[in-house]
């Protein structure tokens, strides 16, 4: 019996080198203790993923495909509801599994950040640049992932 494409791809063969989170850091509205204790209060792991399967879900069913609307639509700025607390999404984050986005990692060290500025109608052209980061990270098509943690 002859086996069908489906039955020979194996779930191996869409595993990534690295497993990955994205983060949602929401806006502090109150600082109570130090900004480090507030940050860490306010970053949220959305999804975790090791392949491209699980990654491709995620990316093909939520907001994080095209950023420009979590940021920019006053209707559809992403609220989430936290411990009864509304807390607006301020930034997103992609980071190894293993690394923290947090200055305090050791890893993020001697590190910097990327920050863009949504202006006009420059969201499809930031979403596109998004995009294109995210897949040349996750699918390693650059030598400098192992440099980099966005």
Same mark, same amino acid.
């Given at each position: 019996?002859?086996?069908?494409? !489906?039955?020979?791809?194996?779930y191996?063969?869409f ?7 994205f983060?949602e850091?929401y ?12 940050? %860490? !209060?306010? *970053?949220?792991i959305?999804?975790?993923f090791n392949n %491209?399967?699980? =990654?491709?879900? =995620?990316w093909?069913?939520t @907001? ?13 700025n992403?609220?989430r509801? *936290?411990?009864?607390?509304? %807390?607006?999404?301020?930034?997103? !984050?992609? =980071?190894?599994? @293993? ?8 890893e @993020? ?6 920050g =863009?500025?949504?202006? &006009?109608?420059? &969201?499809?052209?930031?979403s ?7 897949f040349?990270?996750? &699918?390693? %098509?650059s030598?400098?992932v192992d440099?980099?943690?966005?």
């Amino acid at each position: 019996m002859e086996s069908t494409r !489906a039955e020979l791809i194996k779930y191996d063969d869409f595993k990534l080198r690295h497993e990955w989170k994205f983060y949602e850091v929401y806006e502090a509205l109150v600082y109570k203790k130090t900004k480090t204790q507030d940050y %860490l !209060a306010n *970053i949220h792991i959305v999804f975790t993923f090791n392949n %491209l399967t699980d =990654f491709a879900h =995620f990316w093909n069913t939520t @907001n994080y495909r095209k950023i420009t609307p979590i940021f920019t639509d006053p209707f559809n700025n992403v609220i989430r509801r *936290i411990k009864d607390k509304e %807390l607006k999404v301020g930034s997103i !984050a992609l =980071f190894k599994s @293993n690394i923290m986005p947090t200055w305090e990692d050791k890893e @993020n060290s001697k590190g910097g950040e990327y920050g =863009f500025k949504i202006t &006009g109608d420059n &969201g499809a052209e930031l979403s596109k640049l998004w995009e294109k980061l995210v897949f040349t990270l996750i &699918g390693e %098509l650059s030598e400098l992932v192992d440099d980099v943690n966005i």
